[in-house]
């Protein structure tokens, strides 16, 4: 576990981050790319952090639960994911997609993890967040801090989750770099890869979780057997998003796809981009 003040300083992975070039699609000797209908992407190299394909890669905009990447980073790089915490009686009217915590119910944080990026919790998100730092406005904090350190220049972190929050957006750039350095995190890469997972309640009671992400799941139509994750997300505001990896015969990418009008158009289009990065055929 790091400490809260080795979270303080950055890192030189963190110097590495943000010295990221920005190249030109001809140098990395690809085919054209498939044609993408979404609003903002981005693929880059998950070793070298060399984008591969940008589409309005800068633009600000509202990332939804993408941004639980950064959450989930900032908790395991401070806080033991053992530690034990109570959920309050406000934190379970949390919505709309939620673990449905009980007021008073008590979980490690390992869990509350679990839910956040498996299955996108928001209810957990803020309990995570909050047992953290000692509250959102705290974690916030922390969240903007550790995006600073990564070299996220265009980018505002209002709450833990990614529910709607006046002055809180990112960019398809930025939220690449969350990516690769939760990438780069084994606890949270051991956890986004995962389609299912089981976990045991407050009360004891045992409950499976699912991904959201329809890429890591083997019975969906838009399975892609090389995806190792990572992220979805959903507003109104942010439309349908999705932070996506996939490795390839010992090489790794990453896809940010953001603003899409659909959940079909979100799967197609990141499927499309990860194949065509890693050079393989899309049937």
Partial sequence: MTTRRTFLR???FSAAAAAVPNIVLGQNRLPPPPL????????IDAVTGQPLFERSADARRAVA???????????????DMNTMTTVT???TK???HKLFLKAGEKLPLRTLLHATLIESCNDAAHVL????AGSLASFSTWMNRRAVQLGMRSSNFINPSGLPADGQYST???MSRIARAALYNPTIRGIVGRHEMTITRGDGRVQKLRTTNYLLRPDNSFHLP???GMKTGFTNAAGKCLIASATHRGRTVICVMLGSKTSAIRWKETRALLQWALGIANP
Avoid: F, H, N, Y
């Fill in 10 to 12: 950055t890192s030189l």
């Fill in 36 to 43: 993408i209908d979404s609003k903002a992407c981005i693929v």
């Fill in 65 to 79: 639960s993408t941004q639980k990447l950064l959450t989930a980073l900032v908790a395991v790089e401070t806080t």
């Fill in 89 to 91: 009686p406000a934190e």
């Fill in 94 to 96: 949390v919505e709309p």
């Fill in 129 to 132: 967040g909050r047992t953290c």
């Fill in 172 to 174: 398809a750039r930025d």
């Fill in 226 to 228: 090389v995806c190792t």
